[in-house]
């Protein structure tokens, strides 16, 4: 089993950067493909992005694309979200999920169905 913790979330302006961080525990951290999903007040669960274990392969939702970026350090267990121009909309739980994929290359889905281990969440908010 991974442990997932979230860190970074926080109030910014319209317009302005946050970069969460996802920081991976456990017996288990290696060859894992990563993710950041989001949830805001009375709706789903919904993927934001992901990439795979050695980084080459990147996933974003169309509603992010261009303004968030997912990186990782390997080294560090770390995955990042870098996210620019922000939106109001963008105002959600953010979470970190995890799991192994078929290949290092792989993602293994953009579902939450996808992924086994979460993390607890870090609150974003962004005011108009």
């Known amino acids: 089993q991974v442990q997932l913790v979230e860190s970074g979330g926080g109030l910014v302006q319209a317009g302005g950067s946050l970069r969460l961080s996802c920081t991976a525990s456990g017996p288990t951290t290696s060859n894992l493909a990563m993710a950041w999903f989001r949830q805001a007040p009375g709706k789903e669960r919904e993927f934001v992005a992901a990439i795979s274990w050695i980084g080459e392969n990147t996933r974003y939702a169309d509603s992010v694309k261009g303004r968030f970026s997912i990186s990782r350090d390997n080294a560090k267990n770390t995955v990042y979200l870098q996210m620019n121009s922000l939106k109001p909309e963008d105002t959600a739980v953010y979470y970190c999920?995890?799991?192994?994929?078929?290949?290092?290359?792989?993602?293994?889905?953009?579902?939450?169905?996808?992924?086994?281990?979460w993390g607890q969440g870090t609150q974003v908010t962004v005011s108009s």
């Open positions: 999920a995890a799991d192994r994929a078929f290949r290092q290359s792989s993602i293994p889905g953009l579902t939450t169905g996808a992924f086994r281990s």
